[in-house]
Structure formats: structure tokens, C-alpha cells
């Protein structure tokens, strides 16, 4: 991945192919953000007039490149887009700065090195520039030959390299505040992207057991204790709901339990995502047009993983529990029919009305797991309803409870890491659309609200007492539009983030 340093170097002397600054809208045209002062003083000061000529307005995102001034190692400057310019007396916000260093980080793909000047006024500022542009940076290209296998010769990649190095100027390289936000950038960054990376892969190549074993993989690596439940342990176990979905394919469902453990820890955080590796929708298919990207269905796993993984590597006092609930949903001989019913790892029994409905059941199995080591608190993550991304759109992810205050607080954490959200109600009117002349609940109520139907189903699986959020990402799990900021096309880490805070607010005994 890419590297993050700090640096204290004079930007001209520095050897680099680029130095990013930053340019805001102001009342008067463009205006050169804080950071780029040496640059600017290098153009006489009219930086910001050329960039005016040029056509540059500040705008969130913009950015413009033209010929670093004499005297400069480096031969271009680029200057990226801040949106509004804070008023007197206020800073730039967290998440301009990431977007800003994102949208740099992408426009540079191909080049080697950037020195980046753009306003830093703390440590946290340099952490979230540096996590801004590790996300900004990121491709997913394990599947295109860059020349590697080609036959007939060819040899230029089909797509630029990610930008290699990342030197953050204005910040203090030998201040620990100022180092902890990087190692945490870095840390934060690099599991979120190879969640983005998990999403991505095909699902002929990422099924249940092959994401299994890169949990194993990585346990290893960062010291967590692991437990695969293979299809038989889950037989064994009477793990109906994820057997049931997982029933049509040839590749064979998984429960993950990846524990990390602090000897200091007060507080045990459970987090349980769904993995779907491909959701065809099973019997009740999804038809052509609505399967095509639904190899993301396990993001909620994918971002449980590298939550727990982060976790690890920043040595949280605090006790991460993940759960990952991975199946393939196939149409097949041997697939649950609309109609069956199931016997859950909870014991309660599941009409399953439609077969597409499928991660409500594989969670139910996970949440109950989860439940039974009486945690401080569960949250679950899933791509689960088309109803949310109808409610939301594509940026936004409810969360539903069954405790306001702590939806309020991951609304809030959401909110500190820049990730949008919105809190959702689980109406209790609704429990009755899932009312089940044969079993105890069906997996499917009515068709209006069916986010929030899908959350009630949830929340009956979730142990007496226990506080539990679910967070709905299916709008901005993955990114079918243009990449915008740090965000690409594709998996986006969606919730990752979040978890992350909230693993870190536990520990500091702020939550739960
Ligand atoms: N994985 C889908 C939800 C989804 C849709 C995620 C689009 C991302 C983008 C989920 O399994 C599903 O199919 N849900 C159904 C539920 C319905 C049958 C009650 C839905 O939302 O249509
Ligand atoms: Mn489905
Ligand atoms: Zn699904």
C-alpha cells in the first residue's frame, strides 16, 4: 500500500513528482489554504489569481495541476479542491481535509512520490490527511494483467499504479500525538482496504471457506483467536438459519469467531456481519439487472474483519468479538424453498417466505452466538435491504436499536470519522406483517418499511438484555457511480470506520 511519512523538509528542496496544496471557494474566487505558503510565496503570490485564470474555483473535490513555480524540485503542483472556506476564526473540517487528500491521492495514480501542504493545524488534522489520501490512493487491480500473462506481447499496465509515497508536510515528525495519528491513519487505512479488497473479488474466487481461511490468515498474523464452524460443526450446532441459506451452493457456509483480546480490557464489544459471498437470491431469484453487483454482500463481513483487525493493531483495552456469517445464497436442487421452515440456532423456527431474504438468517444465528458470551453491546452490519438505499440512497446507512441512546452514540461516532448515517425506528406495528401461520416468524413482513421489518426480525434474535444496533449499509457498501473524495468505484469499507470508533469509545468506557 501505499506509504505515509512525516516531513519538516523546505517543499522546493523536496524530491517529488507532485506537491499538493489546498485551494478553498471564498467570497472572492479561490483562495490558497494554510500549508501552501512557501508555495505560493514561490509565484510571487499569485497562486491564487493563475489558479482563478485556470479555472479553478475551490470547489469540493476540483483539482487543477500546472508547472511547479522555479526553483522547485518537484515539477508539478496540484491543487485540490477544499469546498468552502471556514469562516474567521474556524478550520477546515476533518472530512473536507479527507476528501480533499483523497481525491489528490486518486488524481496522482501513476506517480511515485507527493509531498502534501495542505493546512495541518493538530495531529488529528495529519491523521485524517494521511488516512484521506491512503484511501484516495487505493485500486483494485489484482484482476487486470498489467501486462503480466498477456500473450502477444503486451506489457503497459491497464491501469496507473496507486500513488507509492505520501509525505505529509507542516506537521511534527517527532511529536507523539502527532505519531500516534498516523500509525492510526496507517492502520485504519490498510484493513480498509483490504475490506474494499474482499468486496471486490469475484465471488468464484471469494467463497465462504476461501474467507474463512483469510480470517485464519490473519488471526495468525495479528494474534487472534480464531474458530472456523464449518458445515458440519454448524450441523452439529443446529445453525439453521446460515445451513438453510447456504444449502443451494456447491461452496459450503461458515461462522467465524475472530476474538481479540486486551489482559487490561473492561468492556467486550460483539460485532457480527453478514457475508453473503454472492446473494443470486436463491429460489426466489433476483432477476438480470439486480445481481450484477451482489458479490458485495458480504461487506458487513468484510468491515467486522477489518474492525477486529484494527482493533488488534492498535492494541484497543478493550475485548472485540467478530462474527462472520458467511454463505453463498444459490438456486439449486438441494436450495431452501419458499415455503420451508427452519429450526435456528436460537431454536426459534423460520417460514422462510423468500429465499432473498437471506441475510436476516444467517445474521439471526450470528446474533444468537454472539448473545450467548453476554457481551456489553452487539452491533451488526449488512448490505440487507433494497428498502434502506430507497429510504437513504447510496451514502447514507440507518441504524435501527433497541436502545436510543446507543443509536445516538454510533450516529455520533459515525459522524466523527466521516462516514454519513441516519438513525431509523423499529416500529413495533410492524411485527405483525411477519406473523407466521406455521412457524414462529416468517423472513419476510410488509413491503413498506422493509428495512425497519428486517431490523424487527433481527432484534428477536438478540439476547434479553443485551445492547444491539444493526446498521443497514446496503446503500454505501459499494460505490457504483464515479469514485468522489477518498471513495472509490466499488467495495468502499463502508462502516469499517465506525466500528473502529466505536471499539475505541468502549475502550475509553464511553460507551456501553
Ligand atoms: N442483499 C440484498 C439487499 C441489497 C440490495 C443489498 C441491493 C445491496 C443492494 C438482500 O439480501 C435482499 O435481497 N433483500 C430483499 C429483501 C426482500 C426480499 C424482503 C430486498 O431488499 O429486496
Ligand atoms: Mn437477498
Ligand atoms: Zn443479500
Keep these: 500500500m501505499t506509504a505515509l511519512t512525516l516531513s519538516t523538509a523546505a517543499a522546493a528542496g523536496l524530491r517529488a513528482d507532485a506537491i499538493v496544496v489546498g485551494v478553498a471557494k471564498g467570497a472572492e474566487g479561490p483562495v490558497v489554504a494554510p500549508g501552501a505558503e512557501a508555495v505560493d510565496q514561490a509565484y510571487d503570490g499569485r497562486l491564487a489569481a493563475v489558479l482563478e485564470t485556470l479555472g479553478a474555483s475551490g470547489a469540493e473535490g476540483e483539482v487543477t495541476k500546472l508547472p511547479a513555480p522555479s526553483g522547485f524540485k518537484a515539477p508539478v503542483v496540484v491543487a485540490v479542491g477544499l469546498g468552502a472556506a471556514p469562516e474567521k476564526d474556524e478550520t477546515y473540517t476533518a472530512e473536507s481535509l479527507r476528501r480533499a487528500a483523497g481525491s489528490a491521492a486518486r488524481a496522482l495514480a501513476g506517480s511515485k512520490k507527493a509531498v502534501f501542504a495542505l493546512p495541518i493545524a493538530d495531529a488529528a488534522d495529519a491523521g485524517v490527511i494521511g488516512e484521506g489520501a491512503l484511501l484516495g490512493a487505493y485500486s483494485f487491480d489484482t484482476y487486470k494483467d498489467n501486462g503480466r500473462n498477456a500473450k502477444g506481447g503486451r506489457s ?43 468486496i471486490n473479488m469475484p465471488p468464484n474466487d471469494l467463497n465462504p471457506a476461501a474467507f474463512a481461511a483469510l480470517a485464519q490468515t490473519a488471526a495468525k498474523e495479528h494474534g487472534l483467536k480464531v474458530q472456523v464452524l464449518d458445515e458440519k460443526a454448524l450441523a452439529k450446532g443446529g445453525y439453521g438459519g446460515i445451513l438453510g441459506v447456504g444449502a443451494g451452493s456447491a461452496s459450503a457456509p461458515r461462522l467465524v469467531k475472530l476474538s481479540y483480546t486486551h489482559p487490561k480490557a473492561g468492556k467486550h464489544l460483539a460485532l457480527v ?71 435456528m440456532y436460537s431454536g426459534k423456527t423460520v417460514e422462510v417466505l423468500n429465499t432473498d431474504a437471506e441475510g436476516r438468517l444467517v445474521l439471526a444465528d450470528a446474533l444468537w452466538a454472539a448473545s450467548e458470551e453476554n457481551p456489553d453491546a452487539i452491533v451488526d452490519v449488512a448490505t440487507l435491504t433494497g428498502a434502506m438505499m430507497l429510504a437513504l440512497g447510496s451514502r447514507t446507512f440507518g441504524i435501527m436499536a ?21 438513525p431509523m ?88
Design 425 to 512: 425506528p423499529l416500529p413495533e406495528h410492524l411485527r405483525k406483517g411477519m406473523d407466521s401461520p406455521t412457524a414462529d416468524i416468517a423472513n419476510m413482513g410488509e413491503r413498506m418499511g422493509g428495512g425497519l421489518v428486517a431490523g424487527l426480525f433481527l432484534k428477536e434474535f438478540v439476547g434479553e438484555g443485551i445492547t444491539w444496533a444493526h446498521l443497514d449499509i446496503a446503500g454505501p457498501a459499494f460505490n457504483e457511480q464515479a469514485p468522489f473524495g477518498y471513495t472509490p468505484k466499488g467495495g468502499t469499507g463502508s462502516a469499517v470506520r465506525t466500528l473502529v470508533r466505536l471499539a475505541e469509545l468502549t475502550a475509553a468506557g464511553d460507551l456501553g
Design 273 to 343: 456481519g453478514k457475508g453473503i459471498t454472492y446473494d443470486s437470491g436463491g429460489i426466489s431469484l433476483k432477476p438480470a439487472g439486480h445481481n450484477e453487483t451482489m458479490k458485495c454482500d458480504m461487506s458487513g463481513a468484510a468491515a467486522v474483519f477489518a474492525a477486529v483487525v484494527t482493533a488488534a493493531r492498535l492494541g484497543l483495552e478493550v475485548n472485540v468479538t467478530g462474527w462472520l456469517a458467511l454463505a453463498e445464497n444459490m438456486p439449486s436442487g438441494s436450495a431452501t424453498r419458499p415455503g420451508d421452515v427452519l429450526r
Design 156 to 198: 503497459a499496465r491497464n491501469g496507473k499504479a496507486p500513488l507509492a509515497e505520501v509525505a505529509l508536510l507542516g506537521g511534527k515528525p517527532r511529536d507523539k500525538a502527532y505519531k500516534a495519528a498516523v500509525e492510526r491513519a496507517v492502520a485504519v487505512a490498510e484493513e480498509l482496504n483490504r475490506a474494499r479488497d474482499l
Design 402 to 422: 433497541n436502545d436510543d441512546a446507543f443509536r445516538t452514540a454510533i450516529h455520533e461516532a459515525a459522524e466523527e470519522v466521516g462516514e454519513e448515517s441516519w
